[in-house]
């Protein structure tokens, strides 16, 4: 398993780096010695439950309460940072954590949890620095708990279509073997040097940027912020070969001033996952930098990597081949398999595929076939040459800059106001962040005072994380509707310049 691996890795390659970040190097023997004393601090200080929460970003922090958590046989449970309290508890609620592991620079989160009487406990308390001594004669003697490979190691919180977010339960086997899988399809080897700037509380941070290289033996630089010119300074240092960003990232590294083509001379892997990269995108990388983006696809509920394109097998427009053991199908609405070429449902099927929602059998139910088969609700297609290439989406999530959106949070927040009747919110596309939300609203009639669409805003950011703000506000008489009385999102069109509706843009 994935902790075993780690913990040979630590032994074979005891003073070599394992992880640099924005404020320390630490050795794969530091790794594992920290993480044993993680592990005895959990014991006595987290009693009687099986879930800890985790908020920390990517650092040499996540990577020890993780391994130490891990150690002592509970379930980790990454927590979105990004988001404001009062959007934060209801994941801590439904993942019913009592105890949640962070860093003192997010001390007013800490409180907002402690408030709804969760206990919270900084990392820096734990003083590793002052126990190193005493802690190296401790190395290699603590024992793993008796582990199998269907019990659930982590829970990772996924935005749904409605504004509550579903526990996705990833089991010690999912985990095990996309990290194994991964690291064969792409031929990735214990010389390379990582660099993670996508955050933890995403599968593909998780898997990509954590369990990837250090079950290799990898040393992995993490930055906590994503900043340009720190990434290719970083990536010129360290010289990385492996990147993994989400377009949004890799458009921004193409826009830094600095950039240029010996700042990412050593990188032989550029990997796009998250959202849809654009092939404008692509072209530029190429011709700027000369580096192939190489575009991948998957879901948490999918651990998450399910294929992933690479310098010897890469079309634009595609997605890659599956990665070993996936099996897809593109289904009609009978769920009968469609031929190469022809859009249908993505169904996927394999070792990685997630055991369930958390306390939810009706959404497992929904997108699991008794047989095995997870239903992505994404449209897609295969051509002959066996690459998959994602056509649409069922669901009305919005992805921007890679991080999914409910437009149902966004809606219920905005209906709160006083003057709003109806409100229907829709991804629109944007050239920086790949989708944006934007929002419809019909006011309730013989308002005294009209609402602007700002004061709308500024009551959406007040209530909700920045990044979940419609960019636009959009004022109509009426919505359009079914025969249902349901509104018709599709018949909601953007406003040119020079219309009468109300908006704006930031």
């Not at 996705?168 to 031929?187: K, P």
């Not at 022809?342 to 939810?360: A, C, F, S, T």
């Not at 509104?487 to 069109?493: D, E, H, N, Y």
Request: hydrophobic letters at 45%; a neutral charge; aromatic letters at 8%.
């Amino acid at each position: 398993m994935l902790l075993e691996k780690i913990i040979h890795q630590s032994r074979q390659r005891s003073d070599d780096i394992a992880i640099v970040d924005d404020q320390r190097s630490i050795s794969f023997g530091q790794l594992m010695m920290a993480a044993q004393m993680m592990a005895g601090f959990v014991d006595q200080a987290i009693p009687g439950t099986d879930r800890v929460g985790l908020l920390i970003p990517q650092s040499a922090g996540f990577a020890v309460a993780f391994l130490g958590v891990r150690w002592t046989g509970r379930m980790v449970v990454p927590l979105n940072y990004l988001l404001k309290v009062d959007e934060l508890l209801p994941i801590v609620r439904a993942a019913e954590l009592k105890y949640v592991i962070t860093i003192r620079y997010f001390k007013a989160l800490a409180q907002g949890l402690e408030q709804a009487g969760v206990r919270v406990l900084f990392m820096e308390d734990l003083a590793f620095r002052a126990l190193w001594p005493r802690l190296k004669a401790w190395a290699w003697r603590r024992r793993l708990p008796e582990r199998r490979p269907d019990e659930v190691a982590a829970i990772l919180y996924t935005s749904g279509t409605s504004a509550v977010p579903k526990g996705v339960m990833l089991t010690n086997s999912n985990l095990d073997s996309n990290a194994a899988d991964a690291i064969e399809h792409a031929r990735f080897n214990d010389q390379m040097t990582f660099l993670g700037v996508l955050p933890m509380f995403h599968t593909l941070g998780l898997m990509a940027c954590f369990l990837v290289p250090l079950s290799l033996g990898c040393k992995v630089v993490y930055q906590a912020r994503f900043n340009p010119a720190a990434v290719l300074d970083a990536i010129k240092k360290h010289h990385v070969e492996v990147l993994i960003a989400v377009p949004t990232m890799y458009a921004l590294l193409a826009n830094c001033k600095s950039a240029s083509r010996e700042n990412l001379s050593s990188v032989r892997y550029a990997i796009s996952g998250g959202e849809p990269l654009p092939l404008a995108l692509v072209e530029k990388f190429r011709d700027q930098f000369g580096i192939p983006l190489l575009e991948g696809f998957g879901l948490t509920e999918t651990s998450p990597i399910v294929t992933l394109s690479t310098p010897w097998a890469c079309k634009p427009g595609c997605v890659g081949r599956p990665i070993p053991h996936q099996q897809l199908r593109i289904v009609n609405e009978n769920g009968e398999d469609l031929p190469a070429n022809q859009d249908g449902e993505l169904w996927i099927k394999g070792p990685n595929v997630m055991r369930g929602y958390y306390h939810d059998p009706e959404a497992t139910a929904a997108v699991l076939t008794p047989d095995g088969w997870f239903k992505t609700g994404d449209i897609a297609r295969i051509d002959e040459d066996g690459f998959l290439a994602i056509t649409g989406r069922k669901k009305e999530m919005i992805i921007m800059a890679g991080e999914k959106i409910a437009p149902g949070e966004i809606e219920d927040v905005i209906r709160k106001h006083p003057a709003v009747l109806l409100v229907a919110v829709i991804g629109a596309k944007d050239p920086q962040r790949g989708e944006v939300p934007v929002a419809f609203v019909q006011l309730e009639p013989g308002l005294a005072q009209l609402p602007t669409a700002q004061e709308l805003r500024v009551f959406v950011r007040s209530r909700l994380a920045p990044y979940k703000t419609p960019r636009d506000v959009y004022f109509v008489a009426d919505m359009p509707r079914s025969p249902t009385g349901k509104i018709l999102k599709r018949a909601l069109v953007i406003p040119t310049a020079g219309t009468v509706n109300q908006a704006v843009t930031e």
